[in-house]
């Protein structure tokens, strides 16, 4: 077990940009998880809707 002497500091706080940028990129991210997940279901309704309409009597 490393005594405190040996223990690695911690490095500087990150500053309020770089919190910033972090953020704005996991919402990035997170934007176009969204958009996909939304294509996705909208294709699949586009779908079941050709299916019923095709097989309507």
Do not use: C, D, S
């Not at 997170?30 to 294509?39: K, S, T, V």
């Amino acid at each position: 077990m490393p005594t405190p002497e040996e223990a690695p500091t911690p490095g500087p706080e990150p500053t309020a940009e770089q919190k910033r940028l972090t953020q704005e990129t996991k919402n990035e991210k997170l934007m176009w998880w969204y958009l996909a997940y939304f294509l996705f279901g909208i294709h699949i309704i586009a779908f079941v809707m050709i299916f019923a309409i095709k097989n309507a009597k």
